[in-house]
């Protein structure tokens, strides 16, 4: 005969210690949802309506409380420059072939968000890691000269040679990385950001047309990191804001394409072939249903 030693066996949980466990499954801080009630981090949603802008709301959702003027204008500003970058890009144009298959709205921008993953999509967050490693290394004081080298050198052995937010396959200067970080500029003018990753970015910026001979400019996704930086952002969000703005050009373009119509659209004409690299024409040997042995 064996006899449990182990420890005693717990009493059973009452009803209400199950309501309880069941209540604990989620926990959030973000909104509390009573009947006929809506509250957003402490705010009732009705106080928001018509007196908070979208760029507000994202903020308080993301950071548990209301933006400033200027904050606010700097994150729109921000947002506002990403929308959209044309039919080529392939996000946009996966959810114009997508509603072309028969995908509804909803459908086509899932499978265009989906496609912004860490080389189309994933710059911005990966600049934002470059800059704050780089303001890590510096401490309290200025990151110096030596210290962004030092910064880019450690990216460069972690994640290749690519330089996330700088250059620009179509745009010699980005014309939206030239107005956002004019904006930024005047924000630190008014103190209403300190400019330490500008400056860190301007930095990153010299030594790689040192390197390079020529210059690289900061693009969109520069320009976005150092916004998202300077404004206190986390870097993976640098990556879901970007994606939050996207969203409203993947939904025009969408949207767009169900207007003109179209089946199975793919990502090029069919009057424009593509490229075969295989072996030349060949049929198989004796009576050509089974090969030769």
Request: aromatic share 6%.
């Amino acid at each position: 005969m064996s006899v449990n030693i182990g420890k005693p066996a717990k009493p059973p949980k009452t009803a209400d210690e199950r309501l309880q466990d069941a209540s604990d499954w989620w926990t959030t801080s973000i909104i509390d949802i009573q009947p006929g009630k809506i509250g957003v981090r402490g705010y009732p949603i009705q106080d928001l309506i018509g007196r908070i802008r979208f760029p507000d709301m994202v903020w308080l959702m993301l950071r548990g409380e209301l933006p400033t003027a200027a904050q606010s204008a700097l994150l729109e500003a921000a947002m506002v420059a990403a929308v959209d970058h044309g039919p080529h890009a392939p996000s946009i144009a996966i959810s114009r072939m997508a509603v072309t298959c028969g995908l509804p709205l909803n459908g086509a921008m899932a499978s265009a968000i989906n496609a912004l993953d860490d080389v189309h999509g994933g710059a911005g967050e990966q600049c934002m890691e470059l800059f704050v490693d780089i303001d890590q290394s510096a401490g309290e004081d200025e990151a110096t000269a030596e210290q962004i080298e030092a910064g880019i050198d450690r990216f460069i052995a972690a994640n290749g040679k690519i330089i996330p937010g700088f250059g620009h396959r179509w745009h010699g200067v980005d014309p939206r990385a030239v107005r956002l970080l004019q904006l930024v500029r005047e924000a630190q003018a008014n103190g209403e950001v300190g400019g330490r990753f500008g400056r860190i970015a301007e930095g990153v910026e010299r030594i790689m047309q040192a390197r390079k001979g020529s210059p690289i400019p900061m693009n969109i996704d520069g320009a976005t990191a150092v916004i998202y930086c300077e404004l206190g952002f986390e870097s993976p969000l640098g990556r879901g804001l970007f994606i939050l703005s996207r969203s409203v050009g993947i939904l025009a373009h969408a949207w767009e394409q169900t207007q003109q119509g179209g089946r199975i659209k793919g990502p090029m004409s069919p009057g424009i072939p593509y490229r075969y690299t295989g072996v030349e024409p060949r049929s198989l040997n004796g009576d050509g249903d089974t090969p030769a042995h």
